[in-house]
C-alpha cells in the first residue's frame, strides 16, 4: 500500500513538472518570438538614426563655420572701430568744442560780463578782458 501511495505522490509530481516545463517552453518561445520581431524593427531604426546623426554632425560643422565668419566679421567691425574712433574722434572732439566755443561767443557777443558787469572782446578760441576788468583786479586787492 506504501508503493501505490509513492507512486500517486511520484505521478502528481511529474504531472506537475512537466506541466511546468511545457508553460515555460511556450513563455521561451514567445520571448524568442518577441526578440526577433523587436530585431527586425530596431535593425532600421538604427540605421535611420544613424543616418539622422551624420546629418546633424553635418549640420554642426556648417553652424561651426558660420560662427568662425561671424567672429572674424566682428573682429574686423571691432578693429575698423577702433580705427575710425582714433582717427577721428580726436579732430570732431575739437570741431564740436570749436562750434560750441562759437556759438557761446556769438550768443553773448555785446552781452556784459555776469561777474563785473563788462562786456567781452571774443577772438575764436581765446577771450581778452576788457579794460574794466583790468581796473577790477585792483580793487579786489582791497578787500
Not at 527586425?40 to 565668419?69: G, H, M, W
Not at 556784459?112 to 577772438?123: L, N, Q
Amino acid at each position: 500500500m506504501a508503493g501505490i501511495l509513492v507512486a500517486v505522490f511520484w505521478a502528481i509530481l511529474v504531472s506537475f513538472l512537466a506541466l511546468a516545463l511545457v508553460r515555460l517552453a511556450q513563455t521561451l518561445k514567445a520571448a524568442t518570438k518577441l526578440v526577433a520581431e523587436v530585431t527586425e524593427q530596431a535593425v532600421p531604426l538604427l540605421s535611420e538614426a544613424s543616418a539622422t546623426v551624420r546629418s546633424a554632425n553635418t549640420q554642426l560643422a556648417r553652424v561651426d563655420s558660420i560662427a568662425a565668419d561671424v567672429q572674424e566679421v566682428t573682429s574686423n567691425a571691432s578693429a575698423l572701430s577702433s580705427t575710425v574712433s582714433s582717427a577721428f574722434g580726436g579732430p570732431l572732439v575739437k570741431v564740436a568744442a570749436f562750434g560750441y566755443g562759437v556759438r557761446r561767443a556769438i550768443g553773448r557777443k555785446g552781452q556784459p560780463h555776469p561777474e563785473d558787469g563788462s562786456a567781452r572782446t571774443v577772438v575764436v578760441g581765446k577771450t581778452l578782458p576788457s579794460a574794466r576788468r583790468g581796473g577790477r583786479r585792483n580793487r579786489g586787492s582791497k578787500g
